[in-house]
């Protein structure tokens, strides 16, 4: 497959080109005619297009031509043009985005919930997405991106509560157009991309688009001597356009991404102390294998950014996404008909060393799943200009999730995860090849009726209200069996030991109901360049399962009131100006918001385990985020383009009495496995634990303490400068983007914040005559060492693992176009 989508790029390349791909404004090669404005960004924010300026809803959009000059093809990369999106990957599976901090909560514990939906809808070509593991593959031929705020779901598809991202790829066209490119840079990074699209009849017109990357691992194992966390992915996508007449607009799409490459892990960043006693944390843990048959431990390096590991598990992942659909349009007119038919599917299977480290304790960790979904949406939109305009539609929407659970323990788990030196010692062999297998189903289906109203109240003044009703059916199944280790006898303490790091389980479990959301709006046109308007918005979510397992109880047994998770409700208030200024030439846009989440949905941590750590789904009782934010655009000069964004926000929990405990509390001589508030005598530590609750043992207050996952401040700022020298012209492009620390676990522990950061990229590049064009890059430019992600590895060890920046790459870029 590499071979083929290479010659075939190798063929286009010195032949198509999309000119609109190329350059950020095309007249600048005309010495004669001076730019003096910037272009209209048009949005299809409420299902028709619009200026960007005249919408009165929070959203950011990212062209196509800006994704071509930063070099951004994936969300990740995406998230540091737009301040408000926040993106978290330990792997392709194991990944969270949120918007203003709501959405699905960073995980410091990888460990991705089938049957959580997430709060933050992925749209490509209007169908919705079901995993957040498919935000993971590189964009292909993207005509633009639109990150839209707040809760969704009154104008089109799925519903979600935090925002959603809109992504529309390039149309067929029914004139030939074609572009190729090729990059290559540091570290063994290649990049392939080519499309090509023209009329195939009088009334239909194709489009077929390719892209192959791949790049050296950025770890290096010292153990095997490979380079961990390759890339090695391809995606390919086809279109049909038919177009009998003017009124009739038909586009079937298909299309689909693999990853295929030895990659997801973490190295050591920190040690964080709890309260247990020394022996069992990870400094004593590490000096005292040789006790147990093994040699004493030490990591590679303590510092992260040497960017070394020694993993002694097989380490892979082979992941796929694609689909098909047909999208309709009919203007029959007094209103246009729309249909949005789609099939998609996931697959993913992984290797992974769940322990991070050079020492034998969980040899596999895998969970091969497939999803496959179906969606049909059917809208009516009204045409014209006139004073009341609607958009209202029905939605069907259903995922199946087909998952086995594997995981297996090797001969160092026993003395890592359970106690060998208390009374009596547990056998080093106790857990070797200790096993847990299993099977997951996940079925569910969602129906909802929604519709928008705008009413012109005044030539200025314009009244929005728009409402949903949903209704979602969902159903689980979980079941494991356990095998392998040392025998043992039923009841035994051994055989407890064992049960404790996994214990057999087999539950059901289905959540239904609806609920209505909707949002209203006044807008009000004080000038024809100045937009205010203000908005409620009422988001929901409905409740989730628990598809992972289920955590133990203080017994030792599965906590079945874990399985089921309540509906999350989001209400947001918003107000917000969209300016034009200094005759066209600059563009300012500002929001400011409320919000406030009742039960929300998060993944914690159980503290009451004390060996193998679990996270599990569960309702936080009411989260607020407030903040401010702001876009800015503006054509300083012929041909020098800057813009810059920015998002305040300040994100709390107000109301969450009973929260996980953090590391540096966790005692298990204490109820609950935390300290409490006013410890009895009898435990061994004293120290009074300033938030611990009193009415519930092992709980944590939270209450007061910053949302995870939530930067107080982020922003971007970046420029693009063409200078025409005849038929040619000089270019250059610069982003960074930066964002405050902020901490990765839900518990607020000291131990999982993570530092700020600020990254610069850029390019310099000659296009010659409109056809050729040769770029270098570089991505980080000043080499900056940050932390993207980070984890806790399991059994409380105290050992954090981090996900180091990428180092500085630079490279070249050949494009050619027609």
């Known amino acids: 497959m590499k071979r083929l989508i290479l010659g075939a790029m190798a063929l286009l390349c010195p032949v198509f080109t999309a000119a609109a791909q190329v350059t950020a404004a095309p007249t600048a090669v005309d010495d004669n005619k001076a730019v003096t404005s910037l272009d209209n960004v048009t949005v299809s924010a409420r299902q028709r297009e619009e200026d960007l300026q005249k919408v009165p809803l929070a959203v950011s959009v990212v062209n196509g031509e800006w994704l071509d000059r930063s070099y951004t093809v994936n969300t990740q990369q995406l998230s540091q043009l737009v301040p408000s999106l926040y993106y978290n990957s330990a792997n392709p599976r194991n990944t969270a985005y949120t918007i203003r901090g709501l959405g699905s909560n960073t995980l410091s514990v990888s460990a991705a919930n089938d049957g959580i939906e997430p709060g933050v809808g992925f749209y490509v070509d209007g169908v919705y997405h079901g995993r957040p593991a498919t935000a993971a593959f590189d964009f292909t031929d993207i005509d633009r991106i639109e990150v839209l705020r707040g809760p969704q779901g009154t104008l089109f598809g799925k519903n979600t509560t935090a925002g959603a991202i809109n992504i529309t790829s390039r149309a067929p066209t029914f004139t030939p157009e074609g572009s190729g490119e090729i990059s290559y840079g540091e570290q063994g990074f290649l990049q392939a991309k080519g499309t090509v699209s023209g009329p195939l009849s009088q009334t239909v017109a194709g489009r077929f688009s390719a892209q192959f990357t791949e790049k050296d691992g950025s770890l290096h194992n010292v153990t095997t001597g490979k380079d961990e966390n390759a890339i090695n992915n391809y995606a390919l996508r086809g279109q049909l356009l038919f177009k009998p007449s003017s009124d009739i607009n038909v586009r079937l799409i298909g299309d689909v991404s693999n990853l295929d490459s030895d990659c997801c892990t973490q190295n050591y960043l920190r040690v964080g102390s709890s309260l247990r006693g020394a022996a069992r944390q990870f400094n004593g843990l590490a000096a005292n ?118 995981s297996i323990y090797g001969p160092a788990a026993t003395y890592w995860l359970v106690s060998t030196t208390s009374f009596p010692r547990m056998p080093d062999n106790l857990a070797d090849g200790y096993g847990q297998f299993g099977n997951s189903h996940y079925r569910m289906k969602s129906y909802a009726a929604f519709g928008e109203a705008n009413y012109k109240i005044t030539d200025r003044l314009t009244a929005t209200l728009g409402l949903r009703y949903t209704y979602e059916d969902k159903n689980g199944t979980y079941s494991t069996t356990v095998s392998g280790g040392l025998p043992t006898t039923p009841g035994s303490v051994q055989d407890n030991a064992k049960l404790s790091l996994f214990r057999p389980q087999s539950y059901s479990a289905s959540d239904n109901g609806g609920n209505p959301s909707g949002r209203v709006n006044l807008g009000y046109q004080f000038t024809d360049n100045v937009l205010g308007y203000v908005s409620y918005a009422y988001g929901y979510k409905s409740g989730g399962l628990n598809m992972s397992g289920l955590p133990l109880d203080a017994a030792n047994n599965p906590a079945l009131a874990t399985a089921v998770i309540k509906d999350e409700i989001n209400r947001t208030w918003e107000t917000g100006l969209k300016t034009a200024w200094w005759d066209g030439r600059a563009t300012l846009n500002l929001a400011a918001y409320h919000t406030e989440v009742s039960n929300y949905q998060a993944n914690i941590t159980s503290s009451t385990e004390t060996a193998a750590l679990r996270t599990y789904p569960a309702n936080i009782p009411q989260v607020r985020v407030k903040g401010v934010e702001a876009d800015f655009a503006a054509l300083v000069f012929r041909g020098f383009t800057l813009r810059a964004s920015f998002a305040y926000a300040d994100g709390k929990y107000t109301d969450y009495p009973k929260g996980p405990c953090p590391l540096e509390w966790q005692n298990p001589n204490a109820a609950g496995g935390c300290q409490p508030l006013n410890p009895p005598a009898s435990l061994a530590i004293k120290t009074s634990n300033p938030r611990g609750n009193p009415d519930v043992p092992g709980a944590y207050v939270l209450t007061g303490l910053p949302l995870a996952g939530l930067s107080k ?61 040769v770029d270098v890059f570089a991505r980080n430019l000043f080499d900056r060492n940050y932390i993207t992600a980070l984890t806790v590895q399991t059994g409380n060890s105290g050992l954090i693992l981090g996900q180091p920046s990428d180092p500085r790459m630079v490279g070249v870029t050949l494009r050619a176009h027609f």
Request: net charge negative.
């Open 289 to 406: 294998l040789p006790a147990h048959g093994f040699p004493a431990y030490e990591p590679p390096s303590r510092n992260v950014y040497d960017r070394l590991t020694d993993i002694d598990a097989p380490l892979h992942i082979n992941t796929q996404d694609g689909g098909v659909s047909l999208n309709a349009d009919w203007n029959v007119g007094a209103v246009t008909l729309t249909s949005i038919s789609a099939w998609r599917y996931w697959k993913w299977d992984v290797a992974n060393d769940r322990d991070y480290i050079g020492v034998p304790i969980q040899t596999v960790q895998r969970i091969p799943s497939r999803q496959d979904q179906y969606s049909q949406e059917f809208r009516v939109a009204s045409n014209g200009d006139g004073p009341f305009s609607y958009v209202g539609g029905l939605y069907f929407y259903t995922q199946e999730i087909n998952g086995k659970p594997i």
């Open 713 to 773: 401040w982020a922003g971007s700022v970046g420029f693009d400068y063409e200078l025409p020298i005849g038929h040619d012209a000089f270019l250059v492009h610069a982003d960074t983007s930066a964002r405050s620390d902020y901490n990765s676990d839900t518990a607020n522990s000291i131990y999982t914040r993570i530092a700020g950061y600020a990254v610069v990229n850029g390019s310099v590049g000659y296009r010659f005559n409109d056809n050729w064009e």
